[in-house]
């Protein structure tokens, strides 16, 4: 095995390593989404922060009604997530791989271009 041939796999190995999984992404969305955790998981820290957040002031203040308000948030936040879970994995998957190969893979047909966060 030559040097491409062994730096071509390590980059696989790694990529394979830290890859997000729709999969595992859907079962954190539905067992723990209010909570945030899918996000968390697929690397969007801070809007995962603020939904877990969210959820916790309105468990806290459900009891003077204005709880309600915040929970339905999440709660709505939870559906659309449903339908956002497979991009953010592409997007993070092809950022990993970008970051890997030194290339951009976003803006060319895979999926949507994005700012560097």
Do not use: C
Request: proline share 3%.
């Amino acid at each position: 095995m030559n040097g491409d041939q062994a730096e071509m796999m390590r980059t696989q190995l790694v990529y394979d390593a830290n890859r997000k999984s729709v999969g595992a992404a859907y079962l954190l969305w539905f067992f723990l989404g209010f909570f945030g955790a899918h996000r968390f998981y697929l690397g969007h820290v801070v809007s995962g922060a603020i939904q877990l957040v969210l959820f916790v002031l309105g468990w806290m203040t459900v009891w003077i009604v204005i709880g309600a308000v915040p929970l339905a948030v999440v709660g709505i936040w939870w559906l659309i997530d449903a339908f956002l879970i497979p991009s953010m994995a592409r997007d993070h998957n092809l950022e990993l791989a970008g970051a890997l190969t030194g290339k951009d893979l976003r803006g060319n047909g895979f999926g949507p271009a994005r700012m560097a966060h």
